[in-house]
Structures are given as structure tokens and as C-alpha cells.
């Protein structure tokens, strides 16, 4: 039995650590908001991403393991270079705005729990992912990653700390009754935006190369085909659990912000921290620190992932060394980008923008730009001269375009609505 679970855990990896970043704080608020705006009625948009967030992550993770590059740089070896500089810029812009709403929101968490200067909270938390991020060994950092996905399970426990009207939160999975305004239809595809989000594209095909760059046995599949079933159900395996994983997580927020929030007729959370201290008058002090508790741990997660997302995907835009095995002297430019939008996303904290504010917009921002580099993925991943034999199987290429459409058609949804 211990044994199975062992060979279990390390089949989790890349895509577990990359499934629970996508509940970072901004996911917290826009999962929050559809919960207290709209109860139990969206509890479907989080199962019906789930297969769409599975099919595009299986296919940028196999990218990572098959060519031997991140995505950035398969887009540069394939498409015209103002494609490739389009794609990093978005993703650059989406994740500095992202790094700054979710440090300024774990700042805010901090500072509910224990007081003190919510600014001088977040400074600390920005330096402290920085400096695990330049300093640690790749290896041991992914361990603590893995670690922190534990936090998650903060949200589980406030379900169970509160009175949750199951019947009334299983008819918003299976057949909810909501009218698509143009407001309803902005929530949807902040959720789709949060949930299928471009920054965990780059990061688990940027992890597979990890991965690969760490074991000196190893090769691309493309050039070392022998263990690649091993390795393809390894990645099936670590998505398919990392996916279910974040979207569970996301589906338990809903529901807790649903069964409280919006049946006390508190409707409007622009904030994980704000969600976090409506709970407390309504489900106590236990729930009220698990959420916040939860706000942080998740962020010290995020963070990094955002801003090694950007890092990798400039550094092989320029053709620069990246990854975090290497030291600082090796990587430069890799760890200067790291620190730009780190360092970058708590100065944001401090100028007259309201970084809280854009945490649910950033997700909205994320559903826009996904639809066009899932466009450039899906031509890359059933293109030969990229995958060799292992092109995307016809099932695997019905779920990624599927999902590309999905988040096409929710985006012209809410901007036909006039939302």
C-alpha cells in the first residue's frame, strides 16, 4: 500500500505543481465573485473546464518532453517572429499584472490575520519568491512547491466548517438556471480565463525541459523514442490529477462563497482578502483564517510560476540560457526577468493603480489572450516538422481544439453582450 502511494506521488510533477497555481489569489477572488455573485448557478463552468484544461495542458506538456523546448521557443523555430514577440508580450503583461494583484492580495491576507502594514507585508513576500526562486537548487525548490500544494486544502476544510445546501450546489453543476447577461457572461469567461489560464501553458511545458535538463540520461522524445510510453502516461497520469486537483479546489470556493456569501446577500468580492473577511461574521473564525490562510500559501505558489512563465518565454524568445537549475551567473538574463516581474509586480503595489482592483479583470485579460496562443499551440502540436511521430493522437486534437473554441466562443459572448 505504501508502496503504491510512493510510486503514485512521483508520478506527480510539472502538471500537479502547475494544476495548483492555477488557484492562485486571483483565481481565490474570480472564483469568490461567481460564488457570492450568482451562488450555486456557475459550480458548471469548473467541470466543464476541467477535460478543455486537461486536453491543452497534455498537449503543452508533451511539447516540453517530446521537442526539448518550451513553447516560446517551438514558436520561434515555426511561426514569423512578430507571432512569437505578440504571444511573449501578452503573457509578459498578463502575468507582471497578475504578480501584482496576487502579492498585494496575500499582503492583504497577512495583514487580517496579524496586522501590521499590508505594503510592508507584500514587499516581503515579493523578495522571499525572488530569492527561493534565484537561490534554490531546482530540484529542492520543486519540492517545496509540492509542499505548498497542501495549502489548497484550506478551502476543503472550509466546506466542512459551514452549512452547504448540497442538493441546491449539485444542481449548479448538473443543471443550473442562470439567464447569460452580459454580466453573467463576463464571470464565465473570467472562470475560463483563471481556470485555462496562458501562463500555465508555458510553465509545464518549461518544467518537462526541467525535468529532462536534470536527468543526464535522458533526451527529447523526439530524438530518443525508446521510453516514450513511460513518460507520455507519466504526463497523462500528473495532469489528469494535477487538473482535477485545482479545478476540485476552485468547484469548494464556489460553493463556500455561494453558501455564505451570496445567501447573506453580499454579492460584490473583488478580492480573495475581501471574500476571506466577509466569512468570518457569517462562518466564523475558523473559516475566516483557513480562507486567508489559504490566500497566502497559494500566492507564495503562483508567484513564481508567473514570473518563471514570463522569465522562460522571453529568455527563448531571445535564445537566451534559462532554467532554474542553472545559477545566477549562468542565467542572467533568465533570473533578471524573474526579478522584473517579481519585483515589478510589488512596485505596482505602490503607484496610484489598484493592483486588488485588477485581480478580477486580469483573469477576463487571460480568457482574451489564451484564444490565440492556443491557436498557435494546436498548429504546432499536429505539425510534423515539430512533433515527429509524436504529433497529437485525433482525440487528444478534438479536446484542444474543442477548448480553444470553448474560450473563443465564451470571449465573443461577453463582447457581443456589450459586458
Do not use: C
Not at 513511460?230 to 463556500?256: C, E, P, Q, W
Not at 533570473?335 to 493592483?355: C, E, H, N, R
Not at 496562443?373 to 493522437?393: K, N, P
Amino acid at each position: 500500500m505504501i508502496k503504491t502511494a510512493r510510486h503514485w506521488l512521483r508520478q506527480l510533477g510539472p502538471g500537479f505543481i502547475t494544476g495548483a497555481a492555477d488557484d492562485d489569489p486571483s483565481g481565490i477572488a474570480t472564483y469568490s465573485q461567481a460564488g457570492a455573485q450568482f451562488g450555486f448557478k456557475l459550480g458548471w463552468t469548473v467541470v466543464l473546464t476541467y477535460p478543455l484544461m486537461v486536453g491543452i495542458q497534455l498537449i503543452s506538456a508533451r511539447m516540453g518532453r517530446v521537442t526539448g523546448h518550451g513553447l516560446a521557443a517551438n514558436i520561434r523555430r515555426h511561426f514569423p517572429r512578430p507571432v512569437l514577440y505578440a504571444v511573449v508580450a501578452m503573457l509578459v503583461a498578463a502575468n507582471t499584472i497578475n504578480v501584482a494583484a496576487d502579492i498585494a492580495a496575500m499582503g492583504e491576507a497577512l495583514q487580517l490575520v496579524v496586522g501590521g502594514p499590508e505594503h510592508g507585508h507584500a514587499v516581503l513576500f515579493g523578495i522571499a519568491s525572488l530569492l527561493l526562486q534565484v537561490f534554490l537548487p531546482y530540484q529542492r525548490y520543486v519540492r517545496y512547491l509540492k509542499w505548498l500544494t497542501l495549502a489548497l486544502l484550506a478551502y476543503v476544510a472550509v466546506v466542512f466548517t459551514i452549512a452547504v445546501p448540497w442538493r441546491e450546489a449539485l444542481q449548479g453543476i448538473a443543471w443550473p438556471k442562470l439567464a447569460l447577461t452580459g454580466s453573467a457572461l463576463t464571470v464565465i469567461v473570467a472562470v475560463f480565463g483563471t481556470t485555462i489560464s496562458p501562463y500555465l501553458f508555458f510553465w509545464q511545458a518549461a518544467q518537462e525541459v526541467e525535468e529532462l535538463n536534470a536527468d543526464p540520461d535522458a533526451f527529447p522524445l523526439r530524438q530518443s523514442a525508446e521510453h516514450a510510453r513511460a513518460h507520455l502516461r507519466r504526463i497523462k497520469i500528473d495532469t489528469y490529477v494535477g487538473m482535477g486537483f485545482s479545478n476540485l479546489i476552485a468547484l469548494f470556493i464556489i460553493i463556500s462563497t455561494a453558501a455564505t456569501l451570496h445567501a447573506a446577500g453580499i454579492t460584490d468580492i473583488t478580492t480573495s482578502a475581501q471574500a476571506a473577511e466577509a466569512l468570518r461574521p457569517l462562518a466564523g473564525d475558523a473559516a475566516f483564517l483557513l480562507f486567508s490562510l489559504g490566500i497566502i500559501g497559494t500566492g507564495m505558489l503562483a508567484v513564481p510560476v508567473l514570473a518563471g512563465s514570463a522569465a522562460y518565454a522571453v529568455a527563448e524568445a531571445f535564445e537566451w540560457r534559462s532554467g532554474l537549475d542553472l545559477k545566477l551567473l549562468e542565467a542572467r538574463e533568465f533570473y533578471a526577468i524573474i526579478a522584473l516581474a517579481t519585483l515589478g509586480g510589488v512596485a505596482l503595489d505602490f503607484t496610484p493603480i489598484d493592483p486588488i482592483k485588477a485581480l478580477f479583470w486580469s483573469a477576463v485579460i487571460n480568457g482574451v489572450i489564451a484564444v490565440p496562443i492556443m491557436i498557435v499551440m494546436m498548429l504546432m502540436a499536429d505539425d510534423a516538422r515539430v512533433m515527429g511521430a509524436f504529433t497529437v493522437t485525433r482525440r487528444l486534437k478534438v479536446l484542444g481544439w474543442l477548448a480553444t473554441w470553448t474560450m473563443a466562443a465564451a470571449v465573443v459572448a461577453m463582447l457581443v453582450s456589450g459586458a
